[in-house]
């Protein structure tokens, strides 16, 4: 069984939006820290948003702050990024990730403990 089931994503034209979800049924949420991640074909893969256990903390990739939000929703054991302004470049396999402990959360892929099945984003006319 996944640790993380994501849902969301799909085929949007350039300036769309979308809202990728990210919910978990073995676990807490509210107790990690949760990261979006993106591998486009021939890249490697890269953070894109984090927010700490806490929620005090957040970070973003330079190239989708004020596009991308990160939100949870406790009562629904469930994390979304709301991504609006959609470009080509966005295009890509997402994936979230959680992190047990406290503290910042990171961008880097090798600090997360479960992953979710990933989901596939294309931004395309």
């Known amino acids: 069984q996944v640790p993380l089931v994501q849902s969301g994503g799909g085929l949007v034209q350039p300036g769309g939006s979308l809202r990728l979800s990210c919910a978990a049924s073995r676990f807490t949420l509210g107790y990690y820290a949760i990261g979006w991640f993106r591998q486009a074909p021939g890249k490697e893969r890269e953070g894109v948003v984090c927010?700490?256990?806490?929620?005090?903390?957040?970070y973003y990739l330079d190239s989708v702050k004020g596009r991308f939000t990160i939100s949870r929703d406790n009562a629904k054991n469930t994390v979304y990024l709301q991504m609006n302004s959609l470009k080509p470049e966005d295009t890509a396999v997402y994936y979230c990730?959680?992190?047990?402990?406290?503290?910042?959360?990171?961008?880097?892929?090798?600090?997360?403990?479960?992953w979710g099945q990933g989901t596939q984003v294309t931004v395309s006319s």
């Open positions: 927010v700490s256990s806490s929620d005090s903390n957040t």
């Open positions: 990730a959680a992190e047990a402990g406290v503290g910042l959360c990171s961008p880097h892929s090798y600090k997360y403990d479960y």
